[in-house]
């Protein structure tokens, strides 16, 4: 299915739930406790940038501000919003949507903006971090609770605690089994599921997902993978590589996608229109839509439940505000390594402080273990499509 | 003779302890390097609780102001330019790129290059990008960096948000005792703690004496001076500098004298100042007008009070944590609301800084709340702080020219 069409698919499944009297939800900030939206009876929805909106808005948004909220923004002014109950802005993350939730709340002072502050965490040796953005969390829900006159419902929350729970499991499994055999299922359908749930988060996308893993399953099984895959899915959540044994017949190139809030699905759709190339040399990518939720550790229900969704939330690999660079570079090193990848694709979103900051750091990283890098400025339009693509074509033509 | 006739013509007027000034940055570069020789010199951000790293006997130094020499000495396109060659966007704090470039290349920037640290303190209360930054020249120099956490706040700061704060203040503390191998003790952290809170006050008097008409400081007089209170506050010298500093406001203010010869309009400034271009507010001063008032420096009026090192932590963390950039938008609106009627001013110009996300986004929204709230017009200029090459002298020109039609 075609990026545009995944696009749209998701915006009718949205309407659809609309529809049938649902209360949704968006959030921005891919790291949300979805199980306390739940709790409350709501269906959270990560509203992201989309390609073809027409931007503008000069009067409320300088033409710095990050290519990612120019295009939220001019989807609200636009008109091209559904009806949200409330929108989720993030507090900490980056200066940009930390502004961009203030411009909001004037704007477009009838809509409802709710905020989720996060801590900077930095490996510090005690608990303050979680126990902050469990007060958080805690406060929202009772701000969910008075706004809405939507109660926090123990039983509602343990059934999210489960469901949310299949669909990391789900799909760091797909994750996995593509770092071991990528053909074995194609990028752009793990990253449509993964959207596909984060954007309609229902019994439905689940049961897509878990039809994909069982027959990805089967396959394994057949290759006699399924070992190897389970050790490569440990490895990533636990970041010792050890036990991994990649296959001897793997394909190159194998590729990396690393980079923050670039949309997966459109990095897969840049990639089929490589000629001579398929998207199956991207073994992984690291992104904030992609790896980064994906491989976030789920609440546990034997801790309190607003400590264990700030933990949960803390746990996204690899985000910028969550854990040192020295640290992220060596997390990205083990995993380059030891799984056995030639190529990184970094890429920038326009105006993006972190990606910016972060991507030479990641240059330096990937010379040091001689994986080749190229960096990719994109904003969410894909302006300028035709050039990316030919430096991509160009850059995998030197890789092989 | 001529001399004193061609200052005399000059639209405004220098200050005597600019030459103070001087030699604080002198001694300062001087104690900066020994302290970086001895292996204790700490970086800090402009919004950092200095008065820790001070009482714990750390050399510190201020890669901001670093930053705004490089603007100042119209090198800035070139400094950024070396960060820019090690693969940082030209779209980035030029603060930052500015630190990065003469770390990289320190023989090049013999003025606005710091002395190697060995501690990297950031605290983000300014922003997100310092955080960023910090790791990037900790990666270059090997230094640690301490990030102390600060969660912006709406209006108030709730229990949880102090907490944290507070725990962060403390494993700062922790900190530089164990990797510099020394302790905090009571009577030096109030003594560091009584001397800021002079400095502090010392400024904020000085400050207010520009509420005065005509105003004894124009916004560069007021962006120069600022530097001790930022770094040093918390030193003796820091003391000194500013009881001068009072003394010549305060005797302007006697005489009546201005910092600008013939005022006739009162501007309010909101941004860090283009650094390559001060000669702005002097070219304005050739036409009346002055900027009795900006929101950066008077970011820089937080106040200990403390007594015994407790409650100098809770004075940190609520000092800290609420410091203008820290706030929302509607905390941003009001200060720049009750500048503008504390210091009679008739308009107000925001910078948009490129540079500066935090300080800049959401200027177009506040720059309409302001004017519908106090009636009083303002204009958005763009440009750099210290990137003089996103910089048009004309535009802005003319966005200046239509604000004051509308006031002369
Ligand atoms: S793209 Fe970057 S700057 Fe923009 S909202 Fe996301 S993290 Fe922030
Ligand atoms: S981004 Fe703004 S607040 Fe942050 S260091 Fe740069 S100029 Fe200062």
């Known amino acids: 299915m075609s990026y545009e069409g995944v696009i749209e698919q998701s915006i009718a499944g949205l309407k659809e739930l609309l529809k049938s009297g649902e209360e949704i939800i968006g959030y921005i900030y891919p790291h949300v406790p979805l199980e306390l939206f739940m709790a409350h009876g709501f269906t959270p929805s990560l509203v992201r940038a989309l390609p073809g909106v027409a931007s503008g808005f000069e009067e409320s948004l300088q ?81 969910l609770s008075k706004l809405y006159n939507r109660p926090f419902l123990a039983e509602n929350y343990d059934a999210a605690v489960d469901f949310v729970q299949e669909f990391h499991n789900g799909t760091q499994f797909l994750y996995s089994a593509r770092v071991i055999q990528p053909e074995i299922i194609s990028y752009s359908e793990v990253v449509r599921l993964v959207r596909t749930f984060l954007t309609i988060p229902t019994a439905s996308s689940m049961s897509e997902i878990k039809e994909t893993v069982s027959m990805v399953q089967n396959k394994a099984d057949e290759l006699g993978l399924s070992d190897s895959i389970e050790t490569v899915q440990k490895a990533i959540l636990s970041g010792d590589y050890t036990k991994v044994k990649l296959p001897d017949d793997l394909v190159s190139p194998r590729i990396v996608i690393a980079g923050g809030m670039v949309e997966p699905q459109a990095i897969a759709s840049l990639m089929n229109e490589i000629p001579n190339f398929s998207e199956s040399f991207i073994v992984l990518d690291l992104l904030s839509f992609g790896f980064k939720t994906v491989f976030t550790k789920s609440p546990t229900k034997s801790d309190d439940p607003f400590i264990a969704m700030a933990k949960s939330v803390l746990s996204a690999p690899g985000e910028p505000t969550h854990e040192g660079l020295s640290y992220r570079m060596n997390a990205m090193k083990d995993l380059l390594e030891n799984l056995s990848i030639q190529g990184l694709i970094v890429c920038e979103q326009s105006f993006c402080d972190p990606d910016q900051f972060e991507a030479p750091s990641i240059e330096k990283a990937a010379c040091e273990l001689d994986v080749r890098t190229i960096r990719l400025p994109l904003d969410p339009e894909l302006s300028d499509r035709g050039r990316i693509e030919t430096r991509i074509q160009s850059f995998l033509e030197t890789l092989e | 003779m001529n001399q004193e006739r061609a200052s005399e013509e000059k639209p405004y007027r220098r200050l005597e302890t600019q030459a103070l000034l001087q030699q604080i940055a002198l001694r300062h570069g001087l104690e900066a390097m020994e302290a970086s020789e001895n292996g204790h010199l700490a970086w800090v951000t402009s919004g950092f609780p200095v008065e820790i790293p001070i009482a714990l006997d750390m050399g510190v130094v201020y890669p901001e102001q670093a930053g705004a020499i490089v603007g100042a000495q119209k090198i800035g396109p070139e400094v950024c330019g070396y960060a820019e060659n090690l693969g940082y966007s030209q779209d980035l704090c030029s603060y930052a790129r500015a630190s990065i470039g003469s770390t990289e290349k320190p023989d090049e920037v013999p003025i606005g290059s710091l002395p190697t640290p060995q501690l990297l303190l950031a605290c983000n209360n300014i922003c997100g990008t310092v955080l960023r930054w910090y790791d990037a020249i900790s990666e270059m120099t090997g230094a640690p960096v301490f990030l102390l956490d600060t969660p912006p706040i709406d209006k108030v700061q709730l229990p949880h948000n102090q907490a944290y704060v507070r725990r962060g203040v403390e494993r700062l503390i922790e900190f530089i005792e164990s990797h510099f191998n020394r302790s905090l003790e009571d009577g030096r952290i109030r003594e560091v703690a009584e001397l800021s809170s002079r400095a502090t006050k010392l400024w904020i008097r000085a400050l207010e004496a520009c509420k ?103 004075e940190v963390v609520e000092t800290y944590s609420k410091v203008y950039l820290n706030m929302g938008l509607d905390a941003k609106v009001d200060k720049m609301c009750q500048l503008i009627k504390d210091y009679d001013l008739d308009g107000f110009v925001m910078f948009s800084v490129r540079s500066c996300k935090r300080y800049s986004l959401g200027q177009l929204v506040s720059k309409e709340l302001v004017t519908e709230r106090t009636g009083v017009p303002g204009v958005i200029i763009e440009g750099d702080m210290v990137d003089s090459r996103v910089y048009n002298e004309a535009q802005i020109e003319t966005r200046v020219d239509a604000l004051l039609e509308m006031l002369m």
């Open chain 2, 212 to 314: 005065n008409k005509p105003s004894p400081l124009n916004c560069a007089d007021r962006f120069l001076t600022m530097a001790p209170v930022v770094s040093s506050r918390g030193t003796e010298h820091c003391v000194e500098f500013y009881e001068s500093f009072v003394a010549e406001v305060e005797e302007r203010v006697k005489n009546g004298i201005g910092a600008i010869r013939d005022e006739r309009v009162r501007l309010l400034w909101d941004n860090i100042p283009p650094w390559h271009t001060l000669r702005f507010f002097n070219i304005l001063a050739s036409r009346g007008v002055v900027f009795p008032a900006d929101t950066y420096t008077h970011a820089w009026t937080g106040n200990m009070v403390g007594t015994d090192t407790l409650s100098i932590i809770d």
């Open chain 1, 63 to 143: 033409t710095f501000a990050c290519s990612y909220i120019r295009n939220l923004y001019s989807q609200r002014a636009n008109g091209q919003f559904l009806t949200l109950a409330g929108l989720l802005f993030p507090g900490n993350t980056c200066d940009s949507l930390q502004n961009l939730g203030d411009i909001w709340s004037v704007r477009f002072h009838d809509d409802r903006v709710l905020r989720l502050t996060y801590p900077v965490i930095r490996y510090n040796q005690d608990d303050s971090a979680t126990k902050f953005l469990a007060e958080e969390i805690r406060l929202l829900s009772e701000k």
